[in-house]
């Protein structure tokens, strides 16, 4: 089992920053691929970015590409997502998930687990 708890969100104004954080428990962390997920309301949960157990592969979706960065801290158990240049279509419940395999993944289902969620809104 793997405990995943998010921390970070909040409202922040249209070209803001925002860094959120993932911190793990349980089974060895650095044996998981990690990714960052959103839902807004209405719509499925998508993917944010990924990561590989070891940082080196990493995906990010296209509409994230250069305004957001995805990081891993595998001493400290951490996963981190640093936000820039927030646009309101950012707005959404963000989540991170864990893999039990070494490569990242954009599919949703392949995430064994899930944390509860942090809510970010990015107002105009």
């Known amino acids: 089992q793997v405990q995943l708890e998010e921390s970070g969100g909040g409202l922040v104004q249209a070209g803001g920053s925002l860094r959120l954080s993932c911190a793990a428990s349980?089974?060895?962390?650095?044996?998981?691929?990690m990714g960052w997920f959103r839902q807004a309301p209405g719509k499925e949960r998508d993917v944010v970015a990924s990561i590989s157990t070891t940082g080196r592969s990493i995906y990010y979706a296209d509409s994230v590409k250069g305004r957001i960065t995805i990081s891993r801290d595998n001493a400290k158990n951490t996963v981190y997502l640093s936000m820039n240049s927030l646009k309101p279509e950012d707005t959404a419940v963000y989540y991170c998930?864990?893999?039990?395999?070494?490569?990242?993944?954009?599919?949703?289902?392949?995430?064994?687990?899930w944390g509860q969620g942090t809510q970010v809104t990015v107002s105009s």
């Open positions: 998930a864990a893999r039990g395999m070494v490569l990242p993944s954009y599919r949703a289902h392949e995430y064994n687990y």
């Open positions: 349980g089974r060895a962390f650095s044996n998981y691929a």
